[in-house]
């Protein structure tokens, strides 16, 4: 929507006052300007502005102003740069920690994914789900076996897994998998409840009529072409 109207998003053209404009009309239009992908929280304390978009673009301003992708490139964990993130208002455990990974695919930083992990709520409703006994384990201690054992347990099910062209399950993978144990289980085994007790479906999948480009940050090496198969 922006660049429809402004053209490029850039970091050094950042403008509130514009942003909020075209943003502000197409909320009075009537459009979403918000998806389902995380809950944000919407600010009102920490900015002061009515307007959630409002607040969330002075939480941006506030963090270009105080340089953080330049401080994240300095780090040298992404459990630093996932210290850095949660120290902002609205930004808590979960979303810290999804937004350093999605930073972390880009080239500003390059943290070892498999240093650190920190389980969101529907990770831990799956946890929950797929054992009776955790064997006095953590949520992100059961993270981290399911990835160090991720062979181990393909061979013992007798399962032939398929990865990213040899990329194993990372830490990031292995809780989203949970996760989405967690929403699969609210409709196969109803029953079965997790630690928020949530039973009901968000949204349902709708497919896409266009194909799908798919891209994967460089740094892992993988390459797309016409003879990759999908």
């Not at 009537?30 to 944000?40: F, V």
């Not at 695919?105 to 650190?116: I, P, V």
């Not at 949970?178 to 929403?183: A, G, L, R, S, T």
Request: charged share 30%; net charge neutral.
């Amino acid at each position: 929507m922006l660049e429809r109207e402004i053209g490029e998003i850039t970091y050094a053209d950042f403008s509130f006052k514009r942003y909020d404009q075209i943003l502000s009309h197409a909320r009075a239009r009537g459009e979403r300007i918000y998806s389902a992908a995380y809950i944000m929280p919407p600010g009102t304390k920490s900015f002061g502005q009515s307007a959630k978009h409002r607040n969330h673009l002075l939480l941006l301003k506030k963090m270009i102003d105080e340089k953080v992708p330049e401080r994240l490139e300095q780090m040298p964990t992404m459990q630093d740069g996932f210290d850095c993130l949660k120290s902002y208002p609205t930004i808590g455990d979960f979303l810290a920690y999804q937004f350093v990974t999605d930073l972390n695919y880009s080239d500003l930083t390059d943290f070892n994914e498999m240093d650190f992990v920190v389980p969101g709520p529907g990770a831990r409703d799956g946890i929950r789900k797929c054992f009776a006994d955790m064997g006095g384990l953590s949520e992100p201690e059961i993270i981290r076996l399911m990835a160090d054992r991720q062979e181990e347990e393909y061979e013992r099910l007798g399962l032939e897994f398929q990865s990213l062209w040899g990329r194993r399950l990372q830490l990031i993978d292995c809780q989203n998998l949970f996760c989405e144990v967690d929403k699969y289980a609210r409709v196969a085994h109803p029953n079965i409840n997790g630690i928020s007790g949530r039973t009901r479906i968000k949204q349902k999948f709708s497919p896409r009529k266009k194909d799908i480009k798919y891209f994967y940050p460089p740094k892992w090496g993988i390459e797309i072409n016409e003879n990759t198969k999908i």
